[in-house]
């Protein structure tokens, strides 16, 4: 049984540019939130998709935008992007009213 | 807001020592995890604790959850190199946005 993947690993981008990262849910769950994680501290929440829906955001500028598929997969967009946007960002599946688990995340850096 | 502390952000012992790290809030939380984090990997769920005055062991690290439900400590007896990570508390309301704490850097020297 496949935990939670997520794609690329590790990505390059200069400033301004646009990104999108993906992420596959662990089997049998239908809830993705995103987080961000700075270095050194702890993940940040972006937002939750519950049946293709934006169900819950955290305290992120419109630049952060995401989707969820049929299938239950997501992918997080991030729009003109600023090096303040470097970080290791984590996708996180549930059954909704669940714990949540960690995919090993996709390390962006913005040059 | 709703904000974890945790303390020590730091901390570097010996193998066979015992630690404690703490999870602290002033906001209460239906539910509280605790996750460790290689380097460059996502977190992995050690506990989840609900009920206030909860303890939770899992071989060598004990849980608990405080009567109010605002604050939780993780224990470790005798750590091992292999406990060496980051070591995080995170709260929440059912599957809503888990509220994470701030880390506790773990270093255990053979």
């Known amino acids: 049984d496949a935990g939670v993947t997520q794609s690329p690993t590790h990505l390059i981008k200069t400033r301004g540019q646009q990104v999108t990262l993906r992420c596959s849910p662990k089997?049998?769950?239908?809830?993705v939130s995103w987080y961000q994680q700075a270095l050194g501290q702890g993940p940040q929440f972006i937002f939750q998709?519950?049946?293709?829906?934006?169900?819950q955001r955290g305290n992120f500028p419109d630049r952060f935008s995401g989707h969820q598929f049929p299938n239950y997969s997501s992918e997080l967009n991030v729009n003109a992007l600023l090096l303040g946007d470097s970080a290791l960002y984590l996708c996180?599946?549930?059954?909704?009213?669940?714990?949540?688990?960690f995919g090993p995340g996709t390390r962006l850096t913005v040059l | 807001t709703q904000l974890l502390e945790q303390s020590p952000q730091f901390l570097s012992i010996q193998e066979g020592e015992n630690l404690t790290v703490y999870c602290n809030s002033s906001?209460?939380?239906?539910?509280l995890q605790w996750y460790r984090q290689e380097p460059g990997e996502g977190p992995v769920l050690l506990v989840t604790?609900?009920?206030?005055?909860e303890v939770k062991k899992l071989k060598r690290l004990t849980f608990q959850f405080g009567d109010a439900r605002k604050d939780s400590s993780l224990h470790i007896t005798a750590a091992q190199p292999g406990d060496t990570g980051l070591y995080l508390c995170?709260?929440?309301?059912?599957?809503?946005?888990?509220?994470f704490g701030t880390g506790t850097r773990l270093q255990v020297f053979p």
């Open positions: 996180a599946s549930s059954s909704l009213r669940d714990t949540q688990y």
């Open positions: 089997s049998g769950h239908d809830t």
């Open positions: 998709y519950y049946e293709e829906e934006e169900r």
């Open positions: 906001s209460v939380f239906s539910s």
């Open positions: 604790v609900v009920t206030g005055g």
């Open positions: 995170a709260g929440g309301r059912n599957t809503d946005k888990l509220i």
